[in-house]
Each structure stands twice: as C-alpha cells, then as structure tokens.
C-alpha cells in the first residue's frame, strides 16, 4: 500500500516542502460540525466539567459555533433523538448560568448499520444546516449497504455528509474513489487533525491529497478530549489547511 501511497504523493511534497505557518484563527471556519461534547453520552466528554472544559478551549482557538454531533451506534451508543436533546438542553443551560455564550447545536454522527438504515425510512435522523446527516462507516472494510444506506438517504430528502474519509484506509489503494464520491454528490468532512500524524502518514497525505482537488466540503474537529485540543495546534500550521481554507469550498461558514 505505502508504495502506491508514494507514487500518488511524490509530487506533492517536491511540489510543496513541508513547512510551518502561524497558526490559523479556526474562527474563519467559524461552526465546527463534528465534535463529541455532550456530557455522559459516549466516548467524548464524561460530565459536565469536562463539557465546559472542551468548550472553552475550542472556543479560544476561534471557534464560535458548534454542532456537536454524538455517536448513535446501536451497539455501543443506544442513543436517540430524545436523550440527545435532553443533554443538548442541559448543557444549554449550564452554558447560561455560567454567562458562556456560545452557540451550541446538536446532531448525531450515525453508524452505518441496520438501524441507521431503518432510521433513515423513518425519516427519524438529526440533521443540522440544509438537512445535513453525518454518518461513518466502518473502519474494517467498506459496508456492502454504503451505496444504497446513501442513496436512501437522498432519496427521503437528507444530504450524506460521509465523516473522516481520509481514515478509511480500504480506500488508500485506489484514491479515485474520493473523486467519485465527491463527485456523486457525497459531502466530504475532513478531520482537522488528520493534518498530523495522529492516526497515520498516510491517513494524513490522504487528506492533503483530497484537499489538492478541493474535494472537502466541510472541516471538523471531532473532538473527545483535551488531547484532541492540543493537536489542534499542530494542525493549525500545516499549509494544506491554509489552502483549504482560501479555496472558498468549505460550507461551514453558512451555518
């Protein structure tokens, strides 16, 4: 895989060495719509200490607005519609009693399985912005539901916004695919911090590649933890997320 990898990669780092910037005011992204900060509710923050905590940090590197987005996976995160906006409104008002002013939406970042797919015929999925839905995939093999769970979801009037693809290495050997998918119509969501080295090389020239043909349309954190805040840092100074950024592509801004 690395030597395909290369070959695809060479010119873009004769092309444009590595290099550090200052760091970018993530406030010109302006709403982050991928994030785990709901309190108790998966594997993001754990309470409401650590809820406020991301918050405030987020929020210092120039956010001004965020859709966070729970997991729903049957399997591991039951959860719903109703226990969602019950910690969404909770949050909402510790926010308030501790004059936080920031906006704050919630989603759902949905597991493609089963339930997602008979969630989807119900018409039963929390959207942000212009009926947004994210959802992932599996990191072991490509779902053999992916196109028609996709399909179905345009069908019953939702707009797919596919989470990290850059992570999804089964894609690595043939990197059309994200040029496929893109041009399918399939909103592509970059993980910000995808831009280090945090989950592989490789993952991260997948996404330097995606953003050379202006593949992404929206960028977000998916952040669980302080950990996730400290990367940031990093991200903010590769120069691939500059140019991302003046490529006028992303929707975020429009939330």
């Known amino acids: 895989m690395r030597s395909i990898l290369n070959r695809f990669f060479k010119y873009i780092f004769h092309k444009e060495k590595r290099r550090k910037i200052e760091p970018i005011d993530l406030g010109l992204i302006r709403t982050d719509i991928h994030s785990h900060l709901l309190p108790g509710i998966d594997d993001g923050a754990q309470n409401i200490e650590e809820s406020i905590g991301l918050i405030r940090a987020l ?52 597991y493609l399985d089963e339930h997602f797919e008979a969630d989807i015929e119900k018409k039963n999925l929390l959207t942000f ?59 592509l969501q970059l993980n910000i911090n995808c831009l280090t080295d945090q989950y592989s090389k490789d993952v991260r020239k997948v996404a330097e590649w995606c953003i050379e043909r202006d593949l992404y349309s929206f960028v977000g954190t998916d952040c669980h933890h302080p950990g996730h805040v400290q990367l940031l840092d990093e991200a ?19 939330l």
């Open 59 to 110: 929020n210092e590197c120039g956010y001004k607005k965020f859709v966070t987005t729970p997991h729903i996976f049957k399997d591991i995160y039951p959860n719903t519609p109703e226990i969602i906006r019950e910690k969404h409104a909770l949050l909402l008002k510790e926010l308030a009693s501790r004059h936080i002013h920031i906006e704050l939406e919630a989603a759902a970042e949905y």
């Open 129 to 187: 912005g212009k009926n947004y839905v994210l959802y992932e995939l599996s990191f072991a093999s490509e779902p053999v539901t992916f196109k028609r769970a996709t399909f179905n979801l345009r069908l019953n009037g939702y707009k797919p916004v596919l989470a990290h693809p850059e992570r999804y290495q089964y894609w690595h050997r043939e990197l059309s695919i994200y040029q496929d998918l893109h041009d399918q119509g399939i909103l």
């Open 236 to 254: 903010r100074r590769n120069p691939y997320l500059e140019k991302l950024l003046a490529s006028g592509k992303l929707l975020n801004g429009e």
